[in-house]
């Protein structure tokens, strides 16, 4: 990787870094050594900002105290820590190796070692007959003092665990409804927490939005390094090859294993479209009407008003903005106003 | 032509028809092993899938019996009931016909229905207890039905098997014996029986003949005598494998014609040629212009692809002369044709030729017949389509076509059999044991009620054993009504039907379902009503969707995300939209699905 980080140092257009995120599998088990390694060679390609976000990416398990030194030491100062639920059945039925318990104390240790700046993940939609345990899960989390939570809904892939038990009747599909329902509950009961919902599934304390996330959303250039990394400046969008072996060769051959895909004037609109209204900054009807030559507001200003009507969406200051019911229906509402693309040459 | 013999094959499907025939032309050296395809005469693709012979043709062998020379002409026949005015043109053009039965199955509808054909027009029947290589074969018993049928010596049937080869000699001595050879004039003035045409896209229609009178030559001046239209016959010829250009095809033989006609329906089976300039003075008898029975709408599923399934449904044209069809628009579905079907197979193989052979996808909507309705003031008026039927206010009376079915069936299932019937509003008219275990059923019927699966629930219940043939006997008076459905309270043209009054109120019900399950979920609740008139009959909704989001998008969802919304996107665009409510495409063959 720090190889890698050698080839791809001119991909950004500065090189300011804002944020570092360490993630994607289970970063938590690198080594001290190898963590200051990673470090020093992103000091020394970039310009890491004094006031840097840097995350890593944690399961409870993993936070033990040493382990939380390291990170101190090392500069980390924000964690997401993967916790799902404190509820320990829902742990063992999604395969989680930890405790409630663990994660309450992963947290605790965490903040004792300093790094105070905090999220952690839950999971809704988890098959119950009721919402008591969600409502225990947003209370434990509330009483733990963090900054942020995301929060996703459980989802059904076929070829996994869940989509086999649904298939073979083992477990019911998820409705909509039931999911639909968790979801409002927890929006309403994080808010009265005092936590504001600044993206579909990110909620945040005294402004504590996750910099680095709210970056992607905000069309800002980011660079990532490592197999499957998904990297953006702008213009093109490129991913390393996920296969660790190749992954491997090629860096060896410093050759990047990239495939890089090139966004037409649509889909740059339909990106911003579809990451932008899921946050609370929306999406500016300047900016959209900038990417699309003019052509936006002609092109969608039906929909728009569709849009408006059903109390979906409104727009405010210049800028196109879910409504509270709208956020149910965020993917609806962007692509209904996607532009098609004209040919691809 | 003493040495002419014209044959035909009756035989139900599956009885070894077409590989009987592969077996003769072997025979006789009309194909080399080399040319030899398996089950020859069928030569489109959709046919052989189907096993079924849907196009007549016609094939000359030269057979050599103690000395002599024998032209024979076996003329193939379709072997479905929706062909049947086909059949009977091809049995006109022959003076003998083959019985062939299937000796482990017995007689079936089909066969008699034809065979009945054959013996109204005078023709010899040779009968032919065939795949007796079969362990399943009941020779004796078979030949008693046959016995019974045709009243015929026992020793008169032949033994054959087309797979095995056995019998293959006997039955072409059989032809040339007991086949007599045509009768007919050769001086008199030209009288040529057209009873099939073939489409070919280089050369024109084939006009493939009969002569019944004279003979015809090359570059004659013929006038086709229904249709009054004259030509030139540019090239004649007899039908080997490949066609033989001639320069005369006599009197009694069978041969084809090329004059430079495009177009299909140019040419009607069952007309007369004659010579231009020494006309006979009669036709043959038995024309009848082919009318379609069933009528249903096709569109493109791609509104954009109107011009294109316009020039599809052209080019079928060509070749298909009894496919008939408008342009017709309806709100769901938009441009579109009114097509006219000789029954659901033919309707069945347009959409498949559609599909294969112009690679169109379409959207068919839900089949009538024709009705006949007199108003209250007065007026005479057909309806094929359910958008033309006038409110009930100003209907006097409403008529519908009645067939006479014939079915054939082992005599275990006469029970499940007569159940069916009369769900389907039939009258039992004759049951008559054809065997101890076989039985023959009669049923008047509403052509309407066959239309809609009823083919294959026979099937079903008899467990593929019953066969069906029916013939239409006229129009008789019936309560029917026009059935619509309405989404959030816009009628669905596409969706509605024409049924009989007792039978609406399940339909409505079970089509309120069915639309339930595959209109998707979307911004409002959906109500599905099915309505006579002002009535509403039955009532189903589709819930408001309660969210469309999903929980992730990070830096490496986002380019896959987009990729998929775009193509939901591109899917829902197939949609038809009705008032503010988007339906799938497949909601509109629901209607086929009810039963
Ligand atoms: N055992 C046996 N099978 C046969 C014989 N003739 C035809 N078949 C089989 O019966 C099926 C139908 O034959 P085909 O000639 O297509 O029947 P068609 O529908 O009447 O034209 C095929 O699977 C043939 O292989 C026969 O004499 N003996
Ligand atoms: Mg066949």
Excluded at chain 1, 46 to 74: G, R, V
Excluded at chain 2, 7 to 26: P, Q, Y
Aim: one cysteine or more.
């Amino acid at each position: 990787m720090i190889r890698e980080l050698k080839l791809q140092r001119d991909y950004l257009p500065s090189d300011d870094l804002h944020t570092i995120y360490f993630g994607g599998g289970t970063p938590s088990l690198l080594s001290e050594k190898e963590l200051a390694f990673l470090m020093d060679a992103i000091k020394k390609q970039f310009h890491l900002k004094p006031d840097a976000e840097i995350t890593l990416e944690a399961n409870p398990d993993d936070l033990t105290e040493d382990t939380l030194a390291t990170l101190a030491d090392q500069g980390i100062n924000r964690l997401s820590i993967g916790i799902q639920t404190f509820h320990d059945p829902h742990l063992r039925f999604m395969n989680r190796l930890h405790t409630a318990s663990e994660a309450e104390e992963s947290v605790r240790r965490a903040q004792d070692a300093g790094i105070t700046n905090i999220s952690v993940d839950l999971i809704y939609a988890i098959p119950a007959e009721n919402d008591d345990i969600l409502l225990s899960d947003i209370e434990k989390a509330l009483a733990l003092g963090v900054e942020h939570i995301s929060a996703y809904c459980l989802t059904v892939e076929p070829k996994t665990a869940f989509g086999n038990w649904t298939k073979t009747g083992k477990m019911a599909p998820i409705e909509d409804e039931f999911a639909a329902r968790q979801f409002e509950v927890l929006i309403s009961k994080l808010q009265e927490g005092g936590f504001e919902q600044y993206e579909i599934s990110n909620f945040a304390r005294n402004q504590k939005y996750s910099r680095h996330n709210s970056a992607y959303w905000q069309r800002r250039p980011y660079l990532g390094v490592g197999p499957s990394a998904h990297s953006y400046n702008g213009a093109s969008r490129q991913y390393n090859v996920s296969n660790n072996a190749k992954y491997l060769e090629s860096i060896k051959n410093r050759v990047l294993p990239i495939t890089v895909e090139i966004l037409s004037m649509e889909d740059q609109v339909n990106e911003y479209l579809l990451t932008g209204l899921r946050t609370k900054w929306g999406c500016r009807l300047e900016l959209l009407q900038e990417l699309s030559g003019g052509s936006f507001l002609m092109k969608t200003g039906e929909e728009i008003f569709r849009l408006n009507e059903i109390g979906w969406l409104h727009s405010r200051d210049g800028l196109l903005l879910l409504t509270e019911k709208g956020k149910l229906f965020a993917d609806q509402v962007a692509s209904r106003l996607f532009l098609e693309q004209t040919k691809k040459g | 032509m003493k040495n002419i013999r014209n044959f035909c094959i009756i035989a139900h499907i599956d009885h070894g028809k077409s590989t009987l025939a592969d077996r003769l032309l072997e025979y006789t050296n009309t194909v080399t092993n080399r040319e030899m395809q398996a089950q020859l005469l069928d030569n489109m693709d959709l046919e052989r899938e189907r096993g079924i012979t849907i196009k007549s043709h016609a094939i000359q062998m030269d057979y050599i019996l103690a000395g002599e020379k024998y032209t024979l002409n076996l003329i193939d026949t379709p072997g479905h009931v929706d062909f049947s005015y086909e059949v009977s043109r091809s049995i006109a053009a022959c003076e003998g016909a083959l019985l062939l039965i299937d000796a482990s199955q017995g007689i079936e509808a089909q066969t008699i229905s034809n065979l009945y054909l054959a013996i109204n027009h005078d023709l010899i029947i040779i009968p032919v207890l065939n795949k007796i290589d079969l362990p399943g074969a009941m020779p004796e018993e078979v030949k008693d039905q046959i016995v019974d049928l045709i009243g015929c010596d026992r020793d008169e049937i032949i033994h054959a098997s087309g797979k095995e080869g056995i019998g293959v000699p006997d039955i072409l001595e059989a032809i040339v014996h007991r086949i007599p050879a045509p009768k007919g004039d050769p001086d008199a003035p030209l009288q040529a029986l057209i009873f099939d045409s073939v489409f070919n896209s280089y050369r024109g229609i084939e006009v493939i003949f009969r002569i019944k009178n004279g003979s015809v030559r090359k570059g004659d001046k013929v006038k086709f005598m229904a249709t009054g239209r004259e030509y030139q016959a540019d090239e004649i010829g007899t039908l080997r494998l490949q066609q033989q250009p001639k320069d005369v095809v006599e009197c009694g033989d069978v041969g084809y014609l090329i004059s430079g006609i495009k177009v299909a329906r140019e040419v009607k089976v069952g007309d007369t040629f004659t010579h231009t300039n020494r006309p006979s003075t009669a036709m043959i008898r038995g024309f009848e212009e082919v009318k379609p029975m069933v009528f249903a709408g096709i569109y493109p599923v791609d509104t954009s692809e109107y011009e294109e399934l316009r020039e599809a449904m052209e080019k079928l044209q060509l070749n298909d002369a009894s496919l008939v069809w408008e342009p017709e628009t309806s709100a769901a579905l938009g441009f579109g044709f009114r097509c006219g079907f000789l029954g659901m197979l033919h309707m069945e193989i347009i959409q498949e030729r559609l599909e294969r052979e112009f690679d169109m996808t379409v959207i068919t909507t839900v089949p009538s017949v024709q009705f006949r309705v007199t108003t209250t003031r007065g007026e005479n008026l057909k309806v094929s389509a359910p958008s033309e039927m006038p409110e009930p206010n100003f209907i006097s009376v409403i008529e519908e076509p009645f067939i006479n079915a014939q079915i054939i069936s082992k005599s275990e299932y006469v029970g499940a059999i007569m159940t069916l019937c009369m769900e389907k509003r039939g009258m039992l008219k004759n049951q008559i044991y054809l065997t101890s275990d076989r039985v023959e059923l009669q049923f008047s019927m509403p052509l309407a009620e066959v239309v809609f699966d009823f083919f294959d629930r026979l099937k079903t219940i008899s467990r593929g054993y019953a066969s069906l043939d029916y013939e239409l006997t006229g129009y008789e008076a019936s309560d029917m009504v026009k059935l619509d459905v309405m989404l959030n309270g816009d009628r669905v043209d596409a969706l509605s039907a024409i049924v009989h009054r007792t039978k609406a109120y399940e339909w409505g019900k079970k089509l309120c379902e069915k639309l339930r399950e595959l209109i998707p979920r979307q911004m409002f609740e959906i109500a599905i009503q099915a309505a006579i008139g002002q009535k509403i009959i039955a009532r189903e909704t589709v819930k408001a969707m309660r969210k469309d989001v999903l929980a992730k998008c990070y830096g490496g969802d986002i380019s896959r995300k987009r990729k998929l919304l775009e193509k939901q996107k591109k899917g829902k665009k197939r949609m038809r939209q009705v008032g503010n409510v988007e339906i799938p495409q497949e909601a509109f063959m629901a209607v086929l699905k009810i039963s």
